[in-house]
Nanobody, 122 residues
Framework: QVRLVESGGGLVQAGGSLRLSCAAS????????KGWFRQAPGKEREFVAT????????YYADSVKGRFTISRDNAKNTVYLQMNSLKPEDTAVYYC???????????????WGQGTQVTVSS
């Protein structure tokens, strides 16, 4: 497994931007896919975005496509989620996750961070 630590959450007004970071340690960073999920109050955790080990392939939930960008810096063992044009409905705890192969389903990820809160005010 790999240890994941998220950072960068906070309070932002609608239309604003935030960049989340997820620092990893343990398993060699470039060998596994990384994903972002989120969980809003009273709702189930949902998929946001995923990126392959190489960084060449990405996939997004329809709700964030065109607004969020996932990227990774394998030299820094870090994955990012750039969030633009934020909406109040983006308010949630955001989790970073790792999988040993390409994955988009929650059950395919075997390591999880503790989460970082993102709050978007209207």
């Amino acid at each position: 497994q790999v240890r994941l630590v998220e950072s960068g959450g906070g309070l932002v007004q609608a239309g604003g931007s935030l960049r989340l970071s997820c620092a990893a340690s343990g398993r060699p960073f470039s060998t596994y896919a990384k994903g972002w999920f989120r969980q809003a109050p009273g709702k189930e955790r949902e998929f946001v975005a995923t990126i392959s080990g190489s960084g060449y392939s990405t996939y997004y939930a329809d709700s964030v496509k065109g607004r969020f960008t996932i990227s990774r810096d394998n030299a820094k063992n870090t994955v990012y989620l750039q969030m633009n044009s934020l909406k109040p409905e983006d308010t949630a705890v955001y989790y970073c996750a790792a999988a040993d192969r390409w994955a988009t389903r929650e059950n395919d990820f075997d390591s999880w961070g503790q989460g970082t809160q993102v709050t978007v005010s209207s």
